[in-house]
């Protein structure tokens, strides 16, 4: 019986993980830049204010620096990130590994975009899709921070080479 209690907790756990990478690419494109285009929208921070300061800073959010929590880019993504997580509580009644994979897609997603955005060399090497989504010519492709899987599987994944743009 544990075995099989482990086998669901684990099974649980790869569903909502890849749930958890198609809803980041859902909502980076579709929210944060459909929506953070528009000035007046609450998710106008990400394109605005994310997107001009790594364009400006070779890649680059001096918002991430500070462990400090402020209302910036950083401190929003923070926000919505544990508005998301508190959305899918009700998922626990479900399965609990469903839900912690939740929490660590969250926690992942965040600590790996901090990452990009604090090392860019790091993120050069690491998370070159996302790299390309801010440095590239077209910054409206490449929606996946943590992985380009869903990117490449929906044709949405553009390849740059630097220094010859």
Do not use: C
Not at 105 to 113: A, D, L
Not at 145 to 165: F, H, K, M, P, W
């Amino acid at each position: 019986m544990t075995l099989v209690i482990a086998f669901k907790f684990v099974a649980w756990f790869i569903a909502a993980y890849i749930y958890g990478h198609i809803a980041e690419w859902f909502i980076h494109k579709y929210i944060l830049h459909n929506f953070g285009k528009k000035y007046n929208s609450l998710f106008s921070f990400h394109y605005r204010e994310h997107h001009k300061n790594a364009r400006k800073n070779q890649f680059y959010d001096p918002v991430y620096f500070s462990w400090i929590p402020k209302l910036d880019a950083a401190g929003k993504e923070i926000v919505y990130l544990t508005i998301i997580v508190a959305m899918h509580i009700p998922v626990v009644m479900i399965s609990y590994g469903a839900y912690a994979a939740l929490v660590f897609s969250s926690v992942e997603y965040y600590y790996k975009h901090r990452r990009a955005h604090t090392d860019p060399e790091w993120a050069k090497t690491n998370l070159m899709w996302h790299y390309d989504h801010h440095m590239g010519k077209n910054q409206d492709a490449n929606w996946g921070v943590r992985s380009d899987v869903v990117d490449r599987l929906l044709g949405t994944r553009v390849y740059y080479e630097y220094g010859s743009e």
